[in-house]
Nanobody, 112 residues
Framework: QVHLVESGGGLVQPGGSLRLSCTAS????????MSWYRQVPGKEREVVAL????????NYADPVKGRFTISRDNAKNTVYLQMNSLKPEDTAVYLC?????WGQGTQVTVSS
């Protein structure tokens, strides 16, 4: 049974930081490219960042370039999203995916 479990979300002030984690089980994690998406109610889910199976290649959506960093630890079956200089428009549910399975998501709220 496949599980992708996100954690690390919460309420943070503008300019603050959060680190999200997504731990996978039931998949060949070290062979899978992984990605973080985010979703706001009433809007389409949008990609935030992608990382290759080895971690050597990463890509970011324009709104988060220079502020977010995706990384992974294949020994821990975990992918991370370090989010710095957070803005109110980053408020969303953040989900991880291996492009076949999805986690439940973790809420990130950026507000003063």
């Amino acid at each position: 049974q496949v599980h992708l479990v996100e954690s690390g979300g919460g309420l943070v002030q503008p300019g603050g930081s959060l680190r999200l984690s997504c731990t996978a089980s039931g998949i060949a994690f070290s062979r899978n490219n992984m990605s973080w998406y985010r979703q706001v109610p009433g809007k389409e889910r949008e990609v935030v960042a992608l990382i290759s199976s080895t971690g050597r290649s990463t890509n970011y959506a324009d709104p988060v370039k220079g502020r977010f960093t995706i990384s992974r630890d294949n020994a821990k079956n975990t992918v991370y999203l370090q989010m710095n200089s957070l803005k109110p428009e980053d408020t969303a549910v953040y989900l991880c995916t291996d492009f076949e399975h999805w986690g439940q998501g973790t809420q990130v709220t950026v507000s003063s």
